[in-house]
């Protein structure tokens, strides 16, 4: 049932044919449903060969035509979309619900960027003399290397995929092992759109290896990363030591200001739920959740009354609210934190801990009372845990929102226009959502600022980190 996994090279997709693979396990149930072929070194120069002749070609094609290419592909995710999700829920745990949302937006990705794909304008400089003509171009990069996770196995490699075929670029992305067939999906939506050999090229193994690797390839001259800041950096500082372009998607650990004034029940039911999305493990998710002190209690109240009604279980299960994490390793952060939380003598409002014997569960977990020092007040926790304070002034709980590094996306709940205002203007993330959350379509531009990252993806900043500008004069 679950599709076959495999490496796609030079417009192929090949099995493991005797490669080092390493097991797909089901985080709901430990049962292994493939094995993963690892790119050996002469894949990965095949790839980048493929890349880089197929840019010759690519490059030259209209702008028309690539965009075909990119509605035909999202037409197919649109046509393939129940068996894309499930398989996405059998490899990565979101409940099914979920990833039918995630496949569908990636299709909206494909048509966002088949349109924006064919305008990408230059402009003309009125010249100092009167025969000279002088202009500005845009022209593609050249060959890409991506590094996509596994939160949002298609969702996030579609924005790679999408902004660098659309405009001309080629590609070699390494998807996330643990989670990899939505990226396989897509591969192959492209590959049946009509996609020329070695424009998308797609590899597996051990990440640190093969990002060393591409990243130093004279060939490559873009690198985008999805993932940890921590890897983000790493990533960062070696396109850096050899000159590469780079788009970097990296934490976040989200402030939630919730005003005296803000309508509290739409508020904390809007927000129990957004939390626990997919298990929490969402750069965007909201994290840290500071409310001014007369709201506190009644905020709380309906918080934890929605938090402890969420159904845990098998993404394939209906009804299922939240499914598992999507390995062990995220289940030993979660334990970690909550020794932190038992260490500072936090309150522990709601879960706290693994749930059953079987696979990868953590209870939807809701903690208060803890100092500012407080791991959780300062890391990302990519789960399913949320840490309630109250603050007073809305100076107060401006500091407390921006006193990480960390500056990715924001909340804000308030009835006063001039709160929401105010809030917009002083917090320092790349996104603000004020009584609602609205981010991560195609038509919007995603990404953060300070240790969260560099450029955006989507919007009509998109092509930003794939195009590079000429100027041309002429007499
Ligand atoms: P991890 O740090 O081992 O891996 C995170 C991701 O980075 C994986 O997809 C992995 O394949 C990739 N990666 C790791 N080292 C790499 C390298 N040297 N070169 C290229 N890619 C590399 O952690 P994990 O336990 O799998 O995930 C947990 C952490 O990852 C969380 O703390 C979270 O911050 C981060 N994460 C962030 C996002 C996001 O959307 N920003 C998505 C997934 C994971």
Sequence with gaps: MYQDPVLYINGRFITAEGRKTQPITNPATGEVLGQLPHATTEDLDQCLAAAQAAFQQWKRTSPLERSATLRKAGDLLRERVREIARDISLDQGKPLPEAIAETDKSAEHADWHAEEGRRTYGRVIPSRQPDVRQWVQREPVGVCVAFSPWNFPIGQASRKVFAALGNGCTLVIKGPEDSPSGVIALARALHDAGLPAGCLNLVWGVPADISAYLIRSPIVRKVSFTGSTAVGKQVAALAASHMKRMTMELGGHAPVLVFDDADLDAAADMLARFKMRNAGQVCISPSRFFVQRKAYDRFAARFLEVIRSLKVGDGLETGVDMGPLVHERR???????MED??????????????????????????VAGLPADARLMNEEPFGPIASLTSFDSFEDGIRLANALPYGLSSYVFTESLQTATRASNALEAGMVNINHYGSGMAEMPFGGVKDSGIGSEGGSETYDGYLVTKFVTHR
Excluded at 331 to 337: H, K, L, P
């Design 341 to 366: 939380v038992a260490r500072r003598k936090g309150e522990v409002l709601a879960g706290g801990q693994r749930v059953g014997t079987r696979g990868t569960f953590f209870a939807p977990t809701v």
């Design 331 to 337: 289940i030993a952060a979660m334990e970690g934190f």
